[in-house]
C-alpha cells in the first residue's frame, strides 16, 4: 500500500501564488516519478506536471513559465509551485507517484483562483 497526503490548496485571487504537497508513504520500493495532475468541473482530468527519478521534468503548455515542480528524494515529496495564477487554473489536483508497475493518486486538494 502506498498513501499520498497532499496539501497546500486553497482560494486566491489572480495573479496569486499557491505551493502544492504531496508526500509519498508506505511500500515504496522505486519511485520512477511523481507529479501532478488537475480536474477542472465539466473537464477531463489533465496532465500538469510530472518529474522522474532522474529529474527529467515535462509541464503541459498552459503552465510553462508559471509552474515549478521540484522533490525531495529523501522524503518522498514532490511540490508544485504555482505563480501568477488565472481563473483557469481553478481545478482539483492531484498527487500521482508511479512505480515500476503501478501508479498511485493521492485524494485531491481544490485550488481556486478567483477575485
Known amino acids: 500500500q502506498v498513501q499520498l497526503v497532499e496539501s497546500g490548496g486553497g482560494l486566491v485571487q489572480p495573479g496569486g501564488s499557491l505551493r502544492l504537497s504531496c508526500a509519498a508513504s508506505g511500500s515504496i520500493s522505486s519511485i520512477r516519478a511523481m507529479g501532478w495532475y488537475r480536474q477542472a468541473p465539466g473537464k477531463e482530468r489533465e496532465l500538469v506536471a510530472t518529474?522522474?527519478?532522474?529529474?527529467?521534468?515535462n509541464y503541459a503548455d498552459s503552465v510553462k513559465g508559471r509552474f515549478t515542480i521540484s522533490r525531495d528524494n529523501a522524503k518522498n515529496t514532490v511540490y508544485l509551485q504555482m505563480n501568477s495564477l488565472k481563473p483557469e487554473d481553478t481545478a482539483v489536483y492531484y498527487c500521482i507517484v508511479d512505480l515500476i508497475y503501478s501508479r498511485y493518486w493521492g485524494q485531491g486538494t481544490q485550488v481556486t483562483v478567483s477575485s
Open positions: 518529474i522522474t527519478s532522474g529529474s527529467s521534468i
